[in-house]
């Protein structure tokens, strides 16, 4: 259904609201209360939850809290189309609201679409470069958020208004827009949420679900006021935003009076859920999967992902000159220190250990020496179910060996877990692939050029051999990657030989899906890790 000005999601008409002028002296206070105590926001919440134009005050919000089933507010933090001026709206009133328990729901009113159906007056979207105005629009949403204290994993809803679904190139901006929105967010450590209609902006978000490379929002935030507080819709398929991160807005504008005070509000009914974190492959710490590469200058390269793409022109040198190292592997959290650390063979076949820091790689250590005849090195995770990870790696005689981490940083002696391995290339650890406990080994069979499953047990593997039905004869450096997308199944990543992409290999429970192009030019970029 249409959805004509409601008055939660009010964009000035004619003429905006100015904005309030606030002075610097005023602006540098705020930040610094916000920078003395933070909250995620929502975070875990399901129940019934208002917004109103305006925040309310903090003694229209303590009546409320006692005398409604409300226990969570929708808060307009910002956007050159915000219809009403926020006094309230500081870090104070946050921390006071929080504390008092109410949940809160950021809400940002960009620019819109180019073929809205809302009134005059308001900013657009330039479709020719939309795709970079959604990126700035993002940072200005984090600027916001992190001036009223909303940390990261917060979660940031763009209110993106009804607008036609016959205008193409409005479309194909709306699309570019929300990417550069969402890829933003999600670089700073913020998840994306999208209000729309269900018949125009929600729909047609579902219909580009499952695009190759567009970074779709995390949750949705979608209208339809049928008067029905649930998350559910004909509209939007089960397997569209499933496990918690829907909220709907199901009525519109309508005045509510509770413990005598009387609010002008939207309803809505909320299922958020904080996304599961990546538990490996996160160098910079926004929370999403990243790339290591060694560069043809010989430098170790971290190359940030967001979710669907892996920005080239984000990336960190974590060490200068890797030339003499000829395998390289982000083994985990080997020292226990919080930070994922990176393991290496040298040609002379010494094996060395580089602790993970804030700004790249540590001093190293000498783990052993006599490796130049090992092949495949291979993270594994923890495979001893001991809580430090593991590593493998494949004998001159194709047998698997598990050698254990352990405290100290050290690793144990070696493990047979496999036998005749001959033919077996391309090793990369799959995460829990199959949930159920251990983490699983994906490789690749010479005779087929597929790759296949090995599930995972406590200190080896069960021996059986699940397909993944995957071709990968034009593939290098398979490398397990964590959940890259955040979707609740860990993924792959490599090289395509033929064209130098770097491609996406997304887990879905039993198999893998087609790869897709996450980034170019990454021929001379080897090893992976």
């Given amino acids: 259904m249409s959805v004509v000005t409601p008055a939660r999601r009010k964009i000035a008409i004619g003429t905006l609201i100015a904005a309030v002028v606030v002075g610097a002296s005023s602006i540098a206070l705020q930040r610094a209360d916000a920078a003395t105590w933070s909250t995620v926001q929502p975070g875990a919440f399901t129940g019934p939850a208002f917004d109103a134009c305006t925040a309310p005050t903090s003694a229209a919000m303590k009546a409320w809290r006692a005398d409604s089933e409300y226990r969570a507010i929708g808060i ?18 946050v921390k006071q609201q929080v504390q008092a328990g109410w949940k809160l729901l950021p809400l940002y009113v960009g620019p819109q679409a180019t073929c809205t159906t809302i009134g005059g007056g308001r900013k657009l979207i330039d479709n020719a470069h939309a795709e970079t105005q959604g990126r700035l629009t993002a940072s200005d949403a984090v600027a916001q958020a992190t001036r009223l204290g909303l940390a990261r994993e917060s979660v940031l809803i763009y209110d993106m208004e009804a607008y036609r679904t016959d205008d193409d190139a409005c479309r194909k901006g709306v699309l570019a827009f929300m990417n550069g929105w969402t890829a933003r967010l999600h670089d700073n450590g913020y998840f994306s949420g999208f209000y729309s209609s269900v018949s125009s902006g929600i729909t047609h978000q579902v219909a580009n679900y499952a695009t190759p490379g567009y970074t779709r929002p995390d949750y949705i935030d979608f209208a339809r006021w049928d008067l029905n507080p649930v998350t559910t819709d004909k509209a939007i398929p089960a397997t569209a935003w499933p496990g918690k991160r829907r909220m709907k807005q199901w009525r519109g504008g309508h005045k509510e009076t509770h413990g005598g005070v009387t609010i002008n509000i939207d309803s809505d009914y909320v299922d958020f859920a904080p996304l599961p974190k990546t538990k490996t492959a996160d160098i910079s710490g926004n929370g999403w999967s990243d790339v290591l590469g060694r560069s043809p200058s010989g430098a170790l390269t971290a190359f940030m992902g967001n979710g669907s793409l892996v920005d080239n022109n984000q990336r960190r040198t974590l060490a200068p000159n890797f030339r003499a190292m000829n395998a390289i592997i982000r083994i985990g959290d080997l020292n226990r220190d919080g930070r994922e650390d990176v393991v290496t063979r040298q040609t002379n076949g010494d094996l060395w250990f580089y602790p993970g820091t804030s700004t790249g790689l540590g001093a190293r250590k000498r783990l052993t020496r006599g490796w130049q005849k090992m092949r495949e090195l291979t993270p594994i995770g ?89 071709a990968a004869t034009d593939l290098r450096d398979l490398t397990g990657v964590g959940d ?19 491609v996406f290999l997304a887990g879905a429970g039993t198999t893998l899906r087609p790869p897709f192009r996450l980034a170019t030019g990454y021929a001379t970029i080897t090893p992976l890790a």
Wanted: aromatic share 10%; hydrophobic share 30%; net charge neutral.
């Fill in 484 to 502: 890259f997308n955040r979707d609740g199944y860990p993924d792959l990543t490599a090289v395509q030989k033929s064209t130098g992409n770097l």
């Fill in 382 to 470: 923890d495979l001893t179910g001991d809580g430090l990870p593991d590593l493998l790696a494949l004998s001159p005689g194709n047998n698997l060996f598990l050698y254990a981490g352990q405290s100290g940083t050290k690793l144990s002696g070696q493990k047979l877990v496999g036998t005749g391995w001959t033919g077996r290339t391309e090793l990369a650890n799959a995460g829990d692939f199959n949930r159920d406990g251990f983490p699983d080994l994906a490789a690749r069979l010479t005779t087929d050029g597929r790759l296949y499953l090995w599930p995972g047990r406590k200190g080896g593997f069960t021996g059986a051999r699940v397909p993944l039905n995957t």
């Fill in 76 to 93: 307009y933090i910002g956007g050159v189309n915000r219809g009403c001026a926020q006094p309230q709206l500081t870090p104070d009133w």
